[in-house]
């Protein structure tokens, strides 16, 4: 009887092991979307529960493959120039394998910390905040650069980063962007620089090969403005490259590359009596170079004040 009782019971244990091992056994549909393109290897129909799921990939310069199952991202777990390479163990479930370039996939609200990857330059000594804007569809309209050292102003632009974000598709904007440079001190590097990007007042995210733009999840939240500037500049915008000319013969003497480099204001010093030998012919008009740091345009002068190493005054005038 005891024996009996023993092999009863021997049996019920193993009763939940063998249907463990049956539902191991089992195979389940895998579907796959996406860029199905970049695969090395064809993701197999079906697969055993339990087996682990190998994806192999093509590398691709300036983009990154993301792998999503059931929406949830598997991580890479080895890659170099020619591949990468994605593992999962399989589940005990039909499953969709989704494969996508776009990093914002699966996902629509966000923290600056998940889109910039560097706010770490808030806990430094910010000594100044500058936001330039300007007119995307007004394509040879000058930029305005406001700038304020005011510790409460920098903290108003701080703010910003306590702000959540959510993923927005083709937003209706008006173009007339924003670009928010904060200006820090380091212990290795000195002063550094980080700048945000606005249009409107959605923020925008690029890289090389794409763009996303986010709305502030406090839709009443506003960007914050300079009121009272410390500095306001004007600079050149979309210019890539300009011909320096001679203003008596138009004899083209040089090329310029950096005219959207330079800040200037409105010149209020001496009258300007020199007559010029040289201008850069610009879609702006022609810009007559009277001295080192002073230009005239469509009939007014201008001072360079910063970034004067970048003009081409000094240069010509010592090669010629």
């Given amino acids: 009887m005891k024996k009996l009782l023993s092999y009863l019971l021997l049996i019920v244990l193993l009763l939940p092991l063998a249907g463990c091992t049956d539902n191991q056994n089992e195979k389940y549909k895998v579907v796959v979307t996406g860029e199905t393109d970049i695969l090395i290897n064809p993701i197999r129909a079906r697969y055993q529960a339990g087996s682990i799921v190998k994806i192999k990939a093509h590398g691709v310069t300036d983009v990154s493959l993301h792998v999503f199952v059931d929406g949830v991202e598997v991580p890479m777990s080895e890659g170099d120039y020619d591949y990468w390479l994605f593992e999962f163990r399989m589940p005990a479930k039909d499953i969709t394998i989704h494969l996508t370039f776009d990093e914002f996939y699966g996902k629509d609200e966000y923290t600056f910390d ?22 995307r569809e007004e394509r040879y309209s000058l930029a305005v650069t406001k700038y304020s050292e005011s510790q409460e102003v920098i903290s108003d632009f701080k703010e910003i980063f306590n ?3 959510i993923k927005v598709d083709d937003p209706a904007v008006t173009n007339f962007k924003h670009e928010i ?4 001190e380091t212990e290795t590097h000195g002063q550094a620089t980080k700048t945000i990007d606005f249009i409107d007042n959605y923020y925008y ?3 090389f090969s794409r763009s996303q733009f986010f709305r502030f999840e406090n839709e009443d939240y506003l960007l914050p403005t300079i009121e009272n500037p410390d500095l306001v500049t004007y600079s050149f915008l979309h210019e890539s490259s300009n011909e320096v000319k001679k203003c008596d013969t138009d004899e083209v003497v040089y090329r310029f590359f950096d005219i959207t480099r330079v800040e200037f204001i409105p010149y209020e010093g001496e009258n300007v009596t020199l007559e010029p030998q040289f201008y850069l012919d610009t879609r702006y008009g022609k810009i007559y170079l009277m001295n080192s740091t002073v230009f005239g345009l469509n009939g007014s002068y201008y001072e360079i004040v910063i970034n004067k190493d970048y003009w081409i005054y000094d240069y010509l005038v010592s090669k010629d």
């Fill in 114 to 135: 998940d889109l910039i990857h560097y706010t770490a330059f808030l806990n430094m000594t910010i000594n100044k905040v500058a936001v330039k804007t300007s007119d």
């Fill in 163 to 165: 702000q959540k974000l």
């Fill in 181 to 184: 440079t904060f200006y820090y």
């Fill in 205 to 207: 995210w690029y890289d």
